[in-house]
């Protein structure tokens, strides 16, 4: 672990635990096939990052109940919803380093077990008795499917530009992040400045962390990130170091990269052919920048708040994102 | 048209136009992709009963303001996104006449479409502005997709009970229904005893609503229906025609029935042999009965209310249901 992971970790520990004791609690009443699937992918070394910062964004502006971790769940049941919707969808066979849970049981299961994560996120919503945090929820909830069916309409779709690109990820990944930090200042009454304050964290951590994950597809160990590398590449997705390096090829390595993103799969040399060219024409540079510049807005919204061990963590958590390895 | 038809259709014209209307409106701003494959199965001869149910409750709790027809909307965009994840959990190639949506779209979109329409039908729950309403929509939601579940758990099983067969069929579609109608009466502000007793009409229908569907399987003329006769069989679908006649059968009977339950396919001999024992030993009738009987039960409930237009309409409603032939 690294020395950042340990310094967060250290200030994150009860909050995490208080998580997973929840996450359990609210899926317990459930049908036993429901929680086995759902818990599949819910309990193989998540990170939890969207609950947590639901967490330290009501503890920065001064909430002190106790319902926090309660409400914090719905954050990653919304996410483990998608996850297995998406699973079916791009037909990925390996996840957080499990196989994936549409391969253990049939796609019905897995979609109908989606539909009720996606369910007890409402019906937690709906107990904050909040119409805010509740239009929040809706919110994402609409915002990262339009996001899904956009990014799959334009599966292998060489054309898709950076903005259609950025488009794509806000919905589907930073929506989430920064609804899950809005909600947190909503919860704590928090004032319109601070509510919006960490919205503006949020946006800008779930960028990041999508570039930042984008990117792992062509720089990881396939056995830290549990994924076999270039899965996003043989699902034809199209992520911005090879959107940057398309834009900038000359014709023969443009068509080199055309082949190999229509191909439903390529030989290993083809792969690390292209990973020379993102490396050549800047993609994973530029792709790197872009995430680090986001971070760098994270971190300058939360200069609202007063310098404290929880601006801290949030601040640590945004420098996190660009260096995790997994 | 049967004359029973055209006379809840005088009734009730206008607030099919608005509802069709409204279904339109919030569907326009969404990605082109979502509106066809929303729209194919949305507007495509669908009966409007749920929103239909809920404008009518609202009406006879005396709701006199302009949101029913909109609000109304929440109950066809939940029931159709159930539609389209249905139709990619079973497999099925017809519905409402027309070819099912994943065999013109990849399944990926027509589930991904379904989240969508979820979405969309929460966003206007949360615009209600009333807690109760959310919590009714979060639990109708959560129901339906462990009532789905359910009844995919026990596919092929030709142990399913009776009583078991009734909760899952509560749950897939009298929640939806009865929600309508307790939604209707709190958007009118009704009293508790008024939102009873609309629940329990709605629960009612939808318990007769589903029985009458599950009938037609075994006794409707494939070109008024619009799907495959005998489609619920090839699924592996225990209704209650089938469980009871399976309860009561003899030894031989009973055997055969296992056979033809559990093949993927069958001869119109033998499923013409299967409709004959659920004649012989009831199955059918008793199944009738039980409809006629949750429709007694369902006109009952009306009587808290004061005869008038509306009241007669619900009624007429009601009769529809065990009338109907597709």
Not at 2 to 23: A, C, Q, R
Not at 185 to 192: L, V
Not at 234 to 258: N, Q
Not at 281 to 288: D, H, K, L, N, V
Request: net charge neutral.
């Amino acid at each position: 672990m690294s020395p950042l992971k340990h310094k967060i970790k250290d200030g994150i520990n009860e909050d995490l635990t208080g998580i997973e004791d929840e996450l359990k609690r609210h899926l317990s009443p459930c049908l036993d096939l429901v929680s086995q699937v759902a818990g599949h992918i819910l309990f193989c070394g998540g990170k939890r990052i969207r609950p947590l910062l639901m967490i330290l964004s009501a503890r920065i502006c001064g909430y002190n109940g106790d319902q926090d971790k309660k409400y914090s769940t719905m954050f990653e049941y919304l996410h483990t919803a998608t996850l297995l919707h998406d699973d079916v969808v791009d037909g990925a066979s390996m996840r957080r380093g499990k196989p994936v849970a549409n391969s253990i049981w049939d796609p019905a299961t897995v979609i109908l077990a989606g539909d009720f994560l996606l369910a007890r996120a409402l019906s937690i919503s709906a107990e904050t008795g909040s119409p805010k945090v509740i239009r929040t929820i809706a919110d994402i909830t609409e915002k990262m499917s339009q996001g899904e069916i956009h990014q799959l309409q334009r599966k292998n779709d060489s054309s898709l530009s950076e903005s259609e690109y950025l488009e794509v990820i806000r919905n589907k990944t930073a929506v989430l992040v920064s609804g899950a930090c809005r909600v947190g200042a909503i919860i704590a009454q928090a004032s319109e400045i601070e509510e919006e304050a960490l919205h503006t964290y949020g946006y800008h951590i779930g960028m990041a962390f999508q570039m930042a994950d984008d990117l792992l597809d062509y720089t990881a160990d396939s056995t830290v990130l549990g994924k076999h590398i270039g899965a996003d590449l043989k699902e034809g997705k199209m992520t911005l170091p090879v959107i940057v390096a398309f834009e900038r090829a000359d014709s023969s390595d443009r068509k080199f990269m055309e082949k190999i993103l229509n191909a439903r799969d390529f030989s290993i040399q083809d792969f690390e052919k292209l990973l020379t060219l993102l490396t050549k024409y800047g993609g994973i540079e530029y792709t790197r920048r872009a995430a680090a510049d986001h971070i760098q807005k994270a971190k300058q919204a939360l200069t609202v708040f007063k310098p404290a061990i929880t601006r801290n963590i949030l601040s640590d958590i945004a420098d996190f994102v660009l260096t995790r390895k997994s």
